[in-house]
Every structure is written in structure tokens, then in C-alpha cells.
């Protein structure tokens, strides 16, 4: 099975039907991606699919050939993007563990929308759980990653 | 006096080491959950060795080397291990200046030291540590007289600085327990029953084993794993044996609607709590003391809770020659060892943990019990690592949970509206059964007990000790004149529990902090204004005074009502940690009952300020955990097994839900520097249901408080 990965072409061989996630984690030795519940319902498996955010960790990776997925390992190939950066500055995180899962949704959110109000930044992470309770940074994060992004244009 | 630490483990070497390349690695028996104490500890070395905070290394806990330091608990870590590092670190400075003094022949006085270059004002040339020092031995004994660098001059503790591996974390190049890989590994995953005690009767695993890349079942008793060459591929296998598995399910348990009712009706072992500590003597009289007008009782609950940890519990062991490596996520390395040994049958030197960063635990998860899942398999695949990888159910499931408890509380008002008596009664299971090492027969390790010569699980036993579990900040800060604080330890929980963050402290907190409230307004008293009336303790009324300010509290006796409130609570974590205040403001829907947060204040004093913003990441994020729990969280069950599996069925809060906090940090220069990680847990519960009240005028005393317990209250309870 051929998939593009951070811009690679990667040739695997695995069944078809595996989860994406294992694909990236086993397989490519892409560790970012967490598993988190393999139901969907943490979002710490998120990847950018065609510069959208997904879940990877019930979607068979037969599903995404053809398409250009990002991990978090990607995201930082030529440095940490403006995304990470923010959140580094932030010191956005306790353990960490969610932390990819929502980056990945936040760059998805503001490639989108590059102004995104307060509302509509929860609204993207709703589905993405934290358990440190470091929300009121990663928030502050996104605004920050918008703010600078649009100050480098 | 020596600190426990160092007198366990008095080698300098063992706490720190000056490297040739310019850098230096501190060695701490603690570990990393997520609560930020890598970065504390660099930051207290470099500040007493003077070096750049960015040139120190942290290692954590690893039981063949560096220092022994039990369990990361109990916000203990920065008072035990960050005060031995800190003498370590001036015994370091002071052995590094005498050699720099002989080598550069000048008087040790002479010597000054910036980024650990070491220069005799006035006189050419110098040295560095690491020229002078790279990769030797001290080879002494922390004598604990080294001078320590008074707090007027410091220049790194206090300030803010760089969260150690961020960009690891963001990059996804940090590497978690779940993370790791090793060449050859195999991928394990673990069959169980309807509970941890439901006995395997039958399994057919013909099937299971003639699927692709599966190279192992191993079944031991009621245990059962499946190793494969892939994650994959062992999960495929695992879903398989499930299906073919037959279970004899443990005797039924108890329906949850009846808990309560069964907990009041079980034979507790009863204590008396006397300044903070049970006493094994029987219980004293109530009595009520003269110039009683009024008094007032109430009775507060908590359901289970799980730390439902994000990332479910994982390890990875490799057995080579009769040598066991386990890389755990655990919270005592050492501790651990020998309970892994002993159930293993091995000498505990044929075992080596090393700590590997997991997901936050919370407290005790199933980080253990993975462990020996882990153990156990490589046990059997000698010469292959193995990773065991938890899925969400098995974390939901069969995680120790933490317990159920009832509060009943009474007290006395007088004419002037002055406490006149206080009584405190906690009840609830155990907050503490780790897997310490507990002999031949019996194990704190699930697997221990599913295995064919199976061993029991441990008794629990109360606490007693200073804020032991149940009774961990029974004993409130006030001053009040008289007060009977008893401690009721039940034995037999239908679920298992242990420690999760705060113990006894979130529901007893929360439960005094919020009958305070009650008696404010029956004493017609602002609640602010009625916990300063009874409060001696300075730093308390401080950053009492603090939270108040910064929210903006306006004094009033009455309820706002109209569905917008504000509330307040206050504690003291064990009456020894930090001090925290918390205000919040919130609405409660007409129309859904639903309870939004939308802002919150914290204040908090936790003596000396080592990292400012580690230090407000704790004390947010403690709140925003209680939020959760307060607002959502309780572990659901039938009379067979727990029913909360998963993110749908035990609901934790979300980011629309979180509000803005402000955080504001009183500063304790000189100070001892305290634990902060569990000082907010118990005042934001309070804080919010005193705010429902402010927003309603209704009483929620049973958590969590889900929009069903608010419209049981309109309905009159």
C-alpha cells in the first residue's frame, strides 16, 4: 500500500484495513499521534488529512491513499511551524499527552480561519480532551499562533 | 535537619553530576506527571550552583540509579526532593570553588562563579565546572552546612522560565510509556473478564494464534494475553479471544442506587481526628457548648471518581538471562520493584524499573498494574521486548478508583454570629492500596490475583497518619472554639479505589467549604466577611484577601438569584501545603439547568516561588479538573461490573466549557516552598456550588452537579 506521508511517498505493507494511527506509529515510526481510546472520542490521534484535521484511529489507511497526510513530526520538518511555536511560548502543556491531537486541530483551524473569534477556537478543540486542565493556555496558544502569523504577513 | 531524602540517599554523586560539555544532570527519585517538576528541580540547581537554568539535566527516577525517593505523591515532591537537591547543589558549589581555589591558587572567597565560569575579580585567567570537573566523582557525603544562597539573591527561583521539553512535546519527539519501541518488540494486549476478579472458564484460542503476526497467547489462570508482531495485529487477536472467552463473573456487587445507603448501614471502624491526626480511642461525647442559638447540619456526597488518565495506562518489559527490565510510568520505581519481584517469584536485584513519562496520572492508574500485565509476558517470552498497550476500556475498568465518600456536618452559632462548634464526619472507603510489596501471598497487582496461583489482594487499612486519606482536611483552618472531627474508615468497597489527586481532601473540602456558606447565611453574614471573622492564620486571611480583590467580591448576606452567582472557598492542602483561594462566577440555564462557568480567580501562596508559571499551570489546571469533576464526573455501575467505559459514558469537561481564570500568586520569599498540585481541587468545588447557590438558592450537596441534581433540587431535594 503506497501513502503520502509529510510529504514522502511511504511504501507499506500491512492489511489494508489497519487503523491509519498503527500505520503511522508501527510502521513509519511516527510517534506524535496518540492513542487515546480508539473510538474517536479524544482526538488525541488527529493528523492532517489534505490540510484537514482527522481522526486516525478507526479509519483504515487503505481509506487515505492518494491523500497528503501531516503529522505533528511534519509540522516541525523545517523547524517548529508557527503553531508549535506558539505553543511552546505559551508553555501550553502539563503532561502533554493531548497536546499534538490539538495542535493539529489548530492549525487546521487557522489555516481555515485565520482570525478565528474565541468561540469558534472552542468550538474547533470541543471534540480534543485535555485532562491537566491546561486549557486556558492552549486557548491562549491559538490566539497567539493567529496574532503572530498575521503580524509575519 | 537532614531531609528524608538525603538521609536516605546521602552520596552527593547520587543527586548530581558536572559533565565535560558544558552541561550538568541532576538526578531525582521522583517523576514527571505532567506537573512540571523536571523543570522545578533544574530550576532550583541552577539557582544554587549558579549555571543557566538551560544547562541542567533532569533525570528521573530509574531503581539502578540515582536517588531513592519512594512514590511522586502527596504534593511532597518539591519539599523532599527540591530542598535535597538544593543542599546537594550547594554542597556541589562549595566542593567545586575549594578545587578552582587550589587549582587557581587564590583563596575560595576570592572566587566568583556566572553560568558556572568560576573568575578571581582582579586576577587574570579562570576556569569553568566543567573544565575543572567534567565527568568526576565528589565523591562525599551531603553534609548539609553548605551555604545556600539566601533568597535575596536569587536570580532564577521566583522568575519566570523556559517549561523544560516543550518542543519535544509539541514536535512529537517527546517519547511517552505508550510510545516506545525497540527493535524485535512484540505488541501485547491483555483479555479480562466483567471485573478484575471474574474467574476464566473457558477459552478457545485456536483461532486467535493461527492469525497473522500473532506469536503468543499466553494464559496463565484468568490471565490472558496475546503478543503479536503488531499493534494491529495484537488487537485483532485480543477482539478474537474476547469473543471465545466465558466468564464466571465475582459474586454480585452492589446496585449504585443503593451506595450511599449501604455505606451509612456498613460496620465502620471509627476514629477520633485530633489535630489532624486519627487516634486509635473511642469516639468523645457530642456536646454543646453554652450560648448555642442556632444550629445547622447538613450532609454532603461523593460518588467514584476515576483519574481516567488521557492516554490509557501502557509498559514495556524485557527479560534477558533472568533479568527483568520494566520501563513504567509508574509513581515509585522502587516501590514497585519488589512488589514486582515478589509476585514474579524473582530476587528484586534481577529486576530493574526505569521511569518512562506516561500521560498524567493523577494518582494511582493503572500504570502499576500494566507494569506486571508487562512483567508477566515478557515472563513468558524471554528474550523479546513486549509492549503492553491498555486500551480505553481496560483504563476505564480497571483503573482504582477514587472512593465514594459521605460528609456529615454540624455546627453552633451564637448571638454575635460566631462559631461555636464544629463537627466533622468523613466517611469512605480506602484512598490509598498501592502495589507495595506485601509478601508471598498477597499482591496489589491485578494480574497477581488473576493467575493460577493466584495471590490475594491486600486489606486495605485506615490511615491514620497527619490528613491520611478519609480524613485529609477534615480538620478545618478556622478557629473555631470547639470542634469534633471524626474519621469512619469502611473496609469492603464494591469498587476498587486508591489514591486519586487530593485524597480525602476534595470531598472534605469541598463539603466544609460549602456548609461554611450555609452558616454565613444563616448568620446573615457575608461568606467572605465570615471566613476572615474566624480565621488567625495570616497567609490564610492573605490570599483570602487576594482572591476577593482581584474578583472584584462585593459583600452581600443574600442570594443574587436571577441565575448569575458568585461563590467562594478557601483551603490549606493537609493545613501544611499551599494556601488557595478560589472566586468563580457562573449561570445556571433557566431552561436546561446547566451550569456554565464563566470566570474564576485564584489566589495562592505557596511559599517560595520556585517556577511562576509551573506553579500557576497547577494551580489552573487543578481547577479546571475539579470543574470537571464537580460539574460531570461519576463512575457508573451495576451490580456486575463498572458501565463507565468510555469518553461518552463518564463525560469529562470540554474546552466551551472551561472559563477565563486569573491566577494571581503571593510571593513568599525565604520561604519553604510548597506543594501546589492539589490546592485547588477541593475550594473550586465549593466555590461553584456556593456560586449555584448565590445564582438560585438552591443547595447542591451531592456531586457531581449535573443538570439532573439541579432540577432534583428546584423539585425541593
Known sequence: MKLRVNGEARDVDVDPATPLLWVLRDQLGLTGAKYGCGLEQCGACAVLCDGKAVLSCSTAAASFAGREITTVEGLAAGGLDFVQRAFVAEQAAQCGYCIPGIVIAARALLDANPEPSDAQIRAALDTHLCRCGTHPRILRAVKRAARERALAR | MIPPSLQRNPELDTWLAVNADGTVTVFTGKVELGQGIKTALARIAAEELDVAPARVRVRTADTASGPNELYTVGSNSLEE??????????????????????????????????????????????????????????????????????????????????????????????????????????????????????????????????????????????????????????????????????????????????????????????????????????????????????????????????????????????????????????????????????????????????????????????????????????????????????????????????????????????????????????????????????GERVSGLMAAWQRERAMAPPSPRPMLVHHGGIHRNADPLYAFPQRRIVKHFLADSPLRTSALRGLGAYANVFALESFLDEVAHAAGADPVEFRLRHLDDERARDVIGAAAARFGWQPAT?????????????????????????????????????????????????????????????????????????????????????????????????????????TVLLDRPGEPWLGAGEATQGPTAAAIGNAVFDATGLRLRDLPFTPERVRKAAAGG
Not at chain 2, 463473573?249 to 465502620?268: I, K, S, T
Open chain 2, 558 to 662: 443574600r442570594p443574587a438569584g436571577g441565575g448569575r452567582g458568585r461563590g467562594f472557598a478557601f483551603a490549606r492542602y493537609k493545613n501544611q501545603k499551599s494556601w488557595a483561594a478560589v472566586a468563580v462566577e457562573l449561570t445556571v440555564d433557566d431552561a436546561t439547568a446547566q451550569i456554565r462557568l464563566e470566570r474564576a480567580v485564584i489566589a495562592a501562596d505557596a511559599g517560595q516561588i520556585v517556577d511562576p508559571d509551573g506553579l500557576v499551570n497547577q494551580l489552573e489546571g487543578g481547577l479546571v479538573q475539579s470543574a470537571s469533576w464537580t460539574l460531570h464526573e461519576e463512575v457508573r455501575f451495576d451490580r456486575e461490573r463498572v458501565t463507565s467505559l468510555d469518553w461518552e459514558t463518564y463525560p469529562i469537561l470540554r474546552f466551551g466549557e472551561v472559563p477565563d481564570i486569573e
Open chain 2, 81 to 438: 526532593s527540591g530542598t535535597a537537591l538544593r543542599l546537594a547543589a550547594a554542597e556541589a558549589r562549595r566542593a567545586l570553588l575549594e578545587t578552582a581555589a587550589e587549582e587557581l591558587g587564590v583563596h575560595v572567597d576570592a572566587l566568583r562563579v556566572r553560568d558556572g565560569a568560576i573568575s578571581a575579580p582582579g586576577r587574570e585567567g579562570g576556569t569553568t565546572y566543567f573544565a575543572l570537573f567534567g565527568g568526576k566523582r565528589f565523591a562525599r557525603k551531603v553534609s548539609a552546612d553548605a551555604p545556600a544562597k539566601p533568597a535575596s539573591e536569587y536570580r532564577v527561583l521566583g522568575r519566570s522560565g523556559a517549561r523544560v521539553g516543550m518542543e519535544e512535546l509539541v514536535s512529537g519527539r517527546a517519547v511517552f510509556a505508550q510510545d516506545l519501541r525497540l527493535p524485535g518488540m512484540l505488541h501485547a494486549r491483555v483479555v479480562r473478564g466483567p471485573t478484575a476478579r471474574a474467574r476464566l472458564v473457558e477459552l478457545d484460542d485456536a483461532e486467535a494464534r493461527r492469525l497473522p503476526g500473532v506469536v503468543a497467547v499466553v494464559r496463565d489462570g484468568s490471565f490472558v494475553a496475546v503478543a503479536a508482531e503488531s499493534a494491529a495485529q495484537a488487537d485483532a487477536a485480543a477482539a478474537r479471544l474476547r469473543k471465545s472467552a466465558r466468564w464466571e463473573p465475582a459474586p454480585d456487587g452492589w446496585p449504585q442506587d443503593e451506595l450511599f445507603a449501604r455505606m451509612r448501614a456498613a460496620e465502620a471502624k471509627s476514629y477520633p481526628v485530633e489535630n489532624g491526626v486519627a487516634v486509635d480511642a473511642p469516639l468523645p461525647p457530642r456536646v454543646t457548648p453554652d450560648g448555642v442559638v442556632r444550629s445547622l447540619r447538613a450532609t454532603y456526597t461523593r460518588p467514584y471518581q476515576m483519574h481516567a488518565s488521557i492516554g490509557p495506562s501502557a509498559a514495556m518489559a524485557h527479560e534477558v538471562a533472568g533479568a527483568l527490565t520494566v520501563w513504567t510510568h509508574t509513581q515509585g520505581v522502587s516501590v514497585l520493584r519488589p512488589a514486582i519481584a515478589q509476585a514474579l517469584a524473582l530476587p528484586a536485584e534481577r529486576v530493574r524499573l526505569i521511569h518512562v513519562e506516561g500521560p498524567g496520572c493523577y494518582g494511582h492508574n493503572g500504570a502499576d498494574d500494566v507494569a506486571f500485565d508487562a512483567a508477566l509476558v515478557a515472563h513468558a517470552l524471554p528474550g523479546r521486548p513486549v509492549h503492553v498497550q491498555w486500551s480505553r476500556e481496560d483504563e476505564h475498568a480497571f483503573e482504582p478508583y477514587g472512593t465514594a465518600m459521605i460528609v456529615d456536618l454540624e455546627a453552633g452559632l451564637d448571638a454575635q454570629g460566631r462559631v461555636t462548634d464544629w463537627c466533622h464526619e468523613a466517611r469512605g472507603f480506602t484512598h490509598a492500596l498501592r502495589a507495595i510489596p506485601f
